[in-house]
């Protein structure tokens, strides 16, 4: 059973940058492709980026494209959200999970905590 924590989020204001991180646990993570996902306040969960298995081929929601970059480590278990230009509408709790292209976002049963990254107007 796949668990997950993030971490990095924190108020920044517009334009500034982050990294989130989310370690994950109970799976052969070097076998996992992974993906990041969020959610705004009072809308749905929504796709971020996703990430292949050997570290290739990342996706991007069109929104992100260009601001944001996925990459894993396998050594760690963990994998990165680099976060940069942002704006205020990437206000949201940003989850990690292992990704899978057959899924919808309420396909899946498992999330973390999140992290939080409001991004004031």
């Known amino acids: 059973q796949v668990q997950t924590v993030e971490s990095g989020g924190g108020l920044v204001q517009a334009g500034g940058s982050l990294r989130l991180s989310c370690v994950v646990s109970?799976?052969?993570?070097?076998?996992?492709?992974m993906g990041w996902f969020r959610q705004a306040p009072g809308k749905e969960r929504e796709f971020v980026a996703s990430i292949c298995l050997n570290g290739g081929q990342p996706n991007y929601a069109d929104s992100v494209k260009g601001r944001f970059t996925i990459s894993k480590d396998d050594d760690k278990n963990t994998v990165y959200l680099q976060i940069t230009s942002l704006k205020p509408e990437d206000t949201a709790f940003y989850y990690c999970?292992?990704?899978?292209?057959?899924?919808?976002?309420?396909?899946?049963?498992?999330w973390g905590q999140g992290t939080q990254v409001p991004v004031p107007s």
């Open positions: 999970n292992v990704y899978s292209s057959g899924y919808y976002v309420n396909d899946y049963d498992y």
């Open positions: 109970g799976v052969t993570f070097w076998k996992s492709a």
